[in-house]
C-alpha cells in the first residue's frame, strides 16, 4: 500500500502559522487559552499520541516535526535542543520543541541509540484539501512508521559493515517443572531482508544472542516477567515486552503465512510451532512498526543446532572476535582480517566470523573459492576492483519496499546490477570455478539487463539525495514531462522579460522581480522610487503589496498570471517526476528476488577474494578440517599480534601446537603453559583458538599448517587479574565462569584457559586450577590449553597421561631476562619475576632487596620442603606466625563488628567476604 506523499508546506489551520525554531513569526497556540476547551488539533495531536504511548510522537508541522508535553521534555533533554512553550492546554502552558525535517535522521539516530522509540507522524494531505473543509479543520495526519532500533533501514541509522537484527525469542515448556525449557529465536534484518529462526535451550539461549548481537529483542511481557530470566532480559539493551497476541501460538501460523502470501507454513520447509511463533512475532513486529509496508523479507529458514560453533558471550569478549575488550572494533580480529570492499561483504565475513561452521564439507566449499582467488592474482585483482563500484544492493531494495528509497537508491540498483554482471563475465577468466563461485557467477546474471538499461535512461547523471523535490529524471526521457519542464523554465524566462520591460516603462532600472514563499512574486523597488510607482500613471499597472523600511513590494495581473503558469507548470512536472519513480520502483520489485540473490552473490564474492587477499598478503595456509579430533598447528602465529608487530617492523615468533588425541586414546591433550610474565602466554593460548575460528569460518589461517577437527564449542576465560578490562575483576565471575566451562564442555570442545585460581589466595588457586586440570582430563576429555603460574601444577604430567607440559623460552642475559616467544616442551624452571620487575622500572634498590630476600626463601625452602614437591615462594606466611597478636577467632570478630552491611556497594561486599576467609585462613595481612 502506497501511502500518500507527505506534504511538506507550512499548514495555516487551526494552529496558525507554525512558528519554527529560528522563525520571527507570530506564536499562536494550538490550543486555546481558556482551561477546558481543546482545539481541533490538539484533539488529533492527543488521539495519535494516545495511540502511541510508548513512543515519542514525531508530529509533523510544515517542515518541522514537533515534540509536545513529556515528549518535548525528553527529547530537548537527550537531544540539547531547545525547550519553548507553544500555547495552553487546560490552563497550562505546553512545552514543545522541534526538528527541522531535513535533519531529522540525525536527531532520529540519536534518540534510538539512548534506546528510545520514535512514532513518526506525517501530514497525509495537503494544507490546502484541509482549507477547502473550511477555516478550522485540522490537516489530516496519522503515524507513518515507528522507528525503533531493531527495524532501521536509512544508511544514516544503520552502520554499513554491521547487520542490525531483530530478534523474537519465545518459549515453551517442556514441563511444569525443572528447567527444561525450549527457545525459539526468529531474526530479521528489515535492512536485508535476511530473515532466520532456530531453537535451542536455556543453556545455549545467552550464547546465540551473544553471537547475533540484535539490536532490539522482543519478547512477550510473560516471558519477560518470568523471575528466573529476569536479570538476563536486563542485561541486554533494547529488550521490548509486548501484549501476549503477537507471540500467540494459535494465530502464529496465519499471520505468518499471510504475510507471504502462502497457504501454508510448509512453504518454508520444517519449522516447529515454537519457531513459527517466534517467527510470526517478528513479521507482526514488523507490520506494527512499518504500519502496512512489507520490506523484502526473504522466507524464514532455518538454522539447525550445531550447525555453527558455540561460543558464549565471555569468550566473544575475551578472543576480542568482533570487537576489543574495551568496545572498538579495531584491533579486533575482524578488523584484522577485514579486506572486503563492500559494505555487504564487511557484514558477512562479521556474520562468518562470528558462527564458524561445524560441517567439514560446508568448511570445505568455503575454503575451495578461497583457494581459487588465492591462486589466481590477476582474476581476483578484477574481482576486487569490479566490486568496489558496487553499492549496497539489498539496503537500498529495502529502502525502496518500503516507501523510503530515494533516487539515489534506483541507482544504486542500477550500479549494482551492472558491476554484477560485469564481475561475472571477468570471472569467466578465473581457472577454477568451484562450487560457490559458480553459483555466485549464476546469480549475478540473473537482473534483467533492460532493468539497468531502463534506470540510465531515466536517472540524471547528477541525483539528488530525496525525490521530494524532483529534478532526478533525465532530459528527454519522458515527452509530457519535458513539456512541462519546458513551459515551467520559459516561464521563469518570461519573469526575466517582464522585469527588463517594467524597468524600461518606469525607468527605475534598479527594479527588481522577487520571489519568497510568502507573496510568491513581486516587483520590488527602494523607498524613493515606491511613490512614483504608487501615483499616476503607474498606478494603473502596479498593486502595493507590502512597504518595508528600505523597499516597497508591488504585485501586477500579468505577474499574477505568469506565476500561476509557472508554479502549474511546476507541479506538474513534479508530479510526473514522482510518478515515473514509482513506475522505476515497481519494475525494481518485480525483479527484487533476482536482486536479492545477485546481492548476496556479490558479498560472497568479497568475501572470498577478500579471505584470499589476506591469505596471500600474510601468508596463511589452507587448514585441514575434518571429523577427526586433531589439533595440529604447525608454525601458528596470532592475526593481530603479529599484524601488530610488523608495523614496527618486529617479528612474530611462530609456534607449534598439538592436542591431538595420543594413539589409542580418543580424548585430546592439554597443554599446560608455564613460564615467567610476558613470556607470551596468552598469546600462544589465543592465536591456537583464533586459527579454529578462522578454520571453521572457511577462512585460510597464519600457520605453516594446520590440521582440525571440527570444534564445536569454543571457550576461553582469562584468571581474575587479566580481566581487569571488563571492570569485574571477582574472583567470583571467573569461578562462575570455570564451572559453566567444566559443566557443558563436550569432547569436541576447545578450552583455553588463562591464569585461572590467580584472582584468589595462592593455595585456593593452586587447589582450584588443580581439580580444574583433573576435572578437564577425565571428566571433560576435551582439547584444552591452560596457561599457569603455579609451577607445582607441571606434576600432574606425571599422573595425567595427556597432560602435556609446555613453556615459553626466556634466557637470562647480564642479569636481564630476554623473552624468546619460544614454545618448547618442558616446564618453566622459575618464574623470573624479579627480572621481570626490573625491566618494568623498580628502584634498584629494591629489586636488590627482593633477591636477597629470595635466595633467602629459596634457602630455606630447600631445606624444609612440605606437601607438592616444591612448594612456591610466594605461598611463605609474609608474617612469622608467633607474631600474631590474636587468633584468628578473635581477628574475625573485630573485623565483623568493624562492618555496616548497610554502607556497602555489592563489590565491597564481595571484598569484605574475601577479607574476612582470608583472616579465617590467615593469608591476609592485618
Ligand atoms: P604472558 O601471557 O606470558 O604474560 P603475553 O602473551 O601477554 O605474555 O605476551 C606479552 C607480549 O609479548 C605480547 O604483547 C607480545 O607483544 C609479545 N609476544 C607474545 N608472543 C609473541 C611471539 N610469539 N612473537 C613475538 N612477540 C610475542
Ligand atoms: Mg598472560
Not at 596 to 624: G, N, T
Not at 916 to 926: D, E, F, N, Q, V
Request: charged share 25%; proline share 5%.
Amino acid at each position: 500500500m502506497a501511502l500518500t506523499r507527505p506534504i511538506g508546506q507550512p499548514e495555516p489551520d487551526a494552529s496558525g502559522i507554525p512558528p519554527q525554531n529560528g522563525d520571527a513569526g507570530p506564536v499562536t497556540p494550538i490550543a486555546a487559552g481558556e482551561a477546558g476547551r481543546v482545539t481541533p488539533m490538539m484533539e488529533q495531536y492527543q488521539d495519535i499520541k494516545a495511540a502511541n504511548p510508548d513512543c515519542l510522537l514525531f508530529y509533523r508541522m510544515g517542515d518541522f516535526y514537533e515534540l509536545f508535553f513529556a515528549d518535548a521534555e525528553i527529547a530537548s533533554r537527550a537531544l540539547g535542543i531547545v525547550l519553548t512553550k507553544r500555547g495552553k492546554h487546560l490552563g497550562a502552558d505546553i512545552p514543545m520543541c522541534g526538528v527541522p525535517i531535513e535533519r531529522a535522521d540525525d536527531y532520529l539516530h540519536r534518540l534510538i541509540a539512548q534506546g528510545h522509540r520514535v512514532a513518526v507522524c506525517e501530514q497525509l494531505e495537503d494544507p490546502a484539501e484541509a482549507r477547502k473543509r473550511g477555516a478550522k479543520s485540522v490537516v489530516r495526519r496519522d503515524v507513518v512508521r515507528l522507528v525503533t532500533p531493531g527495524t532501521l533501514t536509512e544508511d544514516s541509522l544503520l552502520d554499513a559493515k554491521r547487520n542490525n537484527y531483530l530478534l523474537a525469542v519465545a518459549r515453551a515448556r517442556l514441563s511444569s517443572a525443572g528447567d527444561d525449557s525450549r527457545f525459539a529465536l526468529a531474526w530479521i534484518d528489515i535492512s536485508t531482508g535476511e530473515f532466520r529462526v532456530s531453537e535451542c535451550d536455556r543453556a545455549t539461549l545467552s550464547a546465540e544472542i551473544a553471537r547475533l548481537e540484535p539490536g532490539e529483542i522482543i519478547v512477550s511481557d510473560a516471558l519477560y516477567g518470568e523471575p528466573d530470566l529476569a536479570a538476563f532480559w536486563r542485561s541486554l539493551p533494547a529488550v521490548i515486552p509486548l501484549a501476549r497476541d503477537v507471540f500467540d501460538g494459535a494465530t502464529a501460523e496465519r499471520r505468518l503465512t499471510s504475510f507471504f502470501a502462502v497457504s501454508t507454513s510448509e512453504a518454508f520447509g520444517a519449522l516447529t510451532r515454537l519457531e513459527i511463533t517466534a517467527a510470526a512475532a517478528c513479521v507482526t513486529y514488523v507490520e506494527r512498526t512499518q504500519i502496512g509496508q512489507r520490506p523484502p523479507l526473504s522466507p524464514p529458514l532455518r538454522e539447525s543446532t550445531g550447525a555453527s560453533m558455540a561460543i558464549d558471550q565471555a569468550t566473544r569478549g575475551n578472543l576480542e572476535l568482533m570487537r576489543t575488550l574495551s568496545g572498538d572494533r579495531r584491533g579486533s580480529l575482524l578488523d584484522a582480517i577485514d579486506r572486503t570492499v563492500t559494505a555487504a561483504g564487511s557484514r558477512l565475513l562479521a556474520q562468518r566470523l562470528s558462527a564458524p561452521l561445524t560441517d567439514p564439507a560446508q568448511i570445505a566449499r568455503r575454503l575451495d573459492s578461497v583457494a581459487s582467488f588465492a591462486g589466481d592474482a590477476a582474476a581476483r585483482a578484477e574481482a576486487r576492483s569490479r566490486l568496489h563500484a558496487a553499492p549496497d544492493l539489498a539496503r537500498s531494495l529495502s529502502r525502496l519496499a518500503v516507501g523510503r528509497g530515494g533516487p539515489r537508491d534506483l541507482a544504486a540498483i542500477r550500479d549494482g546490477m551492472l558491476a554484477a554482471a560485469d564481475l561475472a563475465r571477468a570471472l569467466a577468466s578465473l581457472k577454477d570455478k568451484p562450487a560457490e563461485i559458480a553459483g555466485a557467477m549464476q546469480a549475478c546474471r540473473k537482473p534483467d539487463g533492460m532493468l539497468a538499461a531502463e534506470l540510465s535512461a531515466a536517472l540524471a547523471a547528477e541525483l539528488p539525495a530525496f525525490k521530494r523535490e524532483g529534478g532526478f529524471v533525465r532530459e528527454a526521457y519522458d515527452k509530457a514531462l519535458e513539456e512541462s519542464r519546458a513551459l515551467r523554465d520559459e516561464s521563469r524566462r518570461f519573469v526575466a522579460a517582464l522585469q527588463a520591460r517594467y524597468a524600461e516603462d518606469t525607468g527605475i532600472r534598479i527594479l527588481r522581480i522577487k520571489h519568497n514563499n510568502v507573496l510568491g512574486y513581486f516587483v520590488e523597488v527602494t523607498a524613493q522610487h515606491g511613490e512614483r510607482l504608487m501615483g499616476a500613471p503607474f498606478n494603473g499597472t502596479f498593486i502595493h503589496r507590502q512597504t518595508l523600511a528600505g523597499q516597497v513590494r508591488f504585485t501586477t495581473t500579468e505577474l499574477g498570471e505568469l506565476e500561476a503558469k509557472i508554479a502549474s507548470a511546476a507541479e506538474r512536472a513534479l508530479g510526473l517526476e514522482l510518478e515515473i519513480f514509482e513506475r522505476l520502483v515497481a519494475a525494481v520489485m518485480a525483479q527484487s528476488v533476482n536482486i536479492k540473490e545477485c546481492a548476496e552473490a556479490l558479498s560472497a564474492l568479497d568475501v572470498a577474494s577478500a579471505l584470499s587477499h589476506l591469505a596471500v598478503e600474510r601468508d596463511y595456509v589452507r587448514p585441514q578440517v575434518d571429523d577427526s579430533h586433531a589439533f595440529v598447528i604447525d608454525g601458528g602465529r596470532h592475526v593481530v599480534v603479529e599484524q601488530a608487530l610488523s608495523r614496527d617492523g618486529t617479528p612474530f615468533i611462530a609456534n607449534d601446537c598439538d592436542l591431538s588425541p595420543p594413539p589409542q586414546t580418543g580424548a585430546g591433550r592439554i597443554w599446560l603453559l608455564t613460564g615467567p610474565n610476558m613470556a607470551g602466554k596468552s598469546t600462544f593460548l589465543r592465536q591456537n583458538a583464533l586459527i579454529a575460528v578462522l578454520a571453521q569460518m572457511g577462512s585460510f589461517v597464519p600457520a605453516k599448517r594446520a590440521h582440525i577437527g571440527v570444534v564445536d564449542q569454543l571457550f576461553s576465560r582469562v584468571g581474575a587479574a587479566d580481566d581487569l578490562a571488563r571492570g569485574r575483576s571477582t574472583f567470583m565471575v571467573e569461578m562462575v565462569e570455570t564451572a559453566a566451562i567444566l559443566n557443558q564442555a563436550g569432547e569436541r570442545a576447545l578450552v583455553i584457559l588463562d591464569e585461572i585460581g590467580r584472582g584468589t589466595a595462592t593455595f585456593d588457586g593452586l587447589s582450584i586450577a588443580w581439580a580444574t586440570v583433573e576435572h578437564l582430563h577425565d571428566v571433560n576429555k576435551c582439547r584444552a590449553l591452560f596457561a599457569t603460574h603455579f609451577h607445582e601444577l607441571t606434576a600432574l604430567a606425571g599422573r595425567l597421561d595427556r597432560l602435556h607440559n609446555a613453556t615459553v623460552r626466556v634466557k637470562e642475559w647480564q642479569g636481564d631476562v630476554v623473552f624468546l616467544h619460544e614454545v618448547v616442551a618442558g616446564a618453566a624452571d622459575r618464574s623470573y619475576g624479579i627480572q621481570v620487575a626490573k625491566l618494568a622500572g623498580l628502584p634498584p634498590s629494591v629489586i636488590e632487596r627482593a633477591k636477597l630476600v629470595l635466595a633467602k626463601l629459596e634457602q630455606e625452602d630447600r631445606v624444609a620442603p612440605k606437601g607438592f614437591e616444591d612448594l612456591p615462594l610466594f605461598a611463605v606466611p609474609r608474617k612469622a606466625p608467633q607474631e600474631k597478636p590474636e587468633s584468628a577467632e578473635d581477628l574475625l570478630g573485630a573485623a565483623l563488628a568493624a562492618i555496616n552491611p548497610d554502607d556497602l556497594s555489592p563489590r565491597e561486599a564481595m571484598e569484605a567476604l574475601y577479607m574476612l576467609k582470608a583472616k579465617l585462613t590467615g593469608t591476609h595481612k592485618p
